[in-house]
């Protein structure tokens, strides 16, 4: 009961928290990583409690350098667990996967608790969703779809922070390979077609 408790609090510290993050990075997307969690978890031996905790609070500081977020995040997240009667041992696992789940810090989380978060907020970056993020973040803030002279940057360095497809090959298209889980890699690959099969149809289409 206790454990519910806990969950269902953290859920409401969320949701204030990500009130005003843009779509790609709102309350929804928490609760997307979560069940796909919960479906990780049950193939996986992690602990669901912190899991599922670690998840609640991976995003709950959000800013424009993504490795600062992941450590503000972990650093706020110790103090909401201590406030919600977490264990030392239990705010520890969770803080450091919320540390180490970051794409840009480049790391394999050093639990399972931390490998299956990162697995899980990793597919909601791919798949039909992930491709309604990338759009929706690249218009947030005012990125073109594509460079016009090379969309897929045949004769270019690929640089997301100016073309919104070119985040395909700097990152979506590398998740597959980068799974921690089996459960994960099975996802991901599914969802790692949908995206080949969008830049196959956007080919034809410009």
């Known amino acids: 009961m206790e454990i519910m ?28 990583v979560y069940r796909t969690a919960e479906k990780i978890c049950k193939t996986e031996n992690g602990n669901k409690k912190l899991i599922l905790s670690a998840v609640l609070l991976h995003d709950i ?3 424009k350098n993504q490795k600062d977020s ?14 919600n009667n977490f264990f030392d041992d239990e705010i520890k696992i969770i803080s450091d996967a919320i540390r180490e789940h970051s794409f840009s810090k480049g790391k ?44 897929f940057s045949r004769n270019r360095s690929v640089n997301d922070n100016k073309w919104a497809l070119d985040h395909f090959f700097e990152k979506l298209l590398t998740l597959e390979k980068k799974m921690n889980t089996k459960t994960g890699k099975i996802l991901a690959k599914n969802r790692t ?3 080949k099969n969008f830049l196959k149809e956007l080919k034809s289409e410009i």
Do not use: C, T, W
Request: positive net charge; proline residues 5%; without cysteine.
């Open 108 to 151: 394999i989380p050093s639990s399972i608790e931390g490998k299956i978060l990162q697995d899980a907020d990793r597919l909601d970056a791919i798949g039909a969703i992930g491709l309604a993020r990338v759009f929706s973040f690249s218009g947030s803030n005012n990125r073109p779809f594509y460079d016009p002279n090379d969309p």
């Open 61 to 63: 500081v959000k800013i």
């Open 193 to 195: 077609k949908i995206l």
């Open 70 to 83: 992941a450590i503000k995040s972990a650093k706020l997240s110790e103090k909401i667990l201590k406030e």
């Open 5 to 32: 408790n806990q969950l269902k609090n953290l859920k409401k510290i969320s949701k204030i928290k990500l009130a005003k993050n843009d779509p790609a990075h709102d309350f929804e997307h928490i609760m997307r």
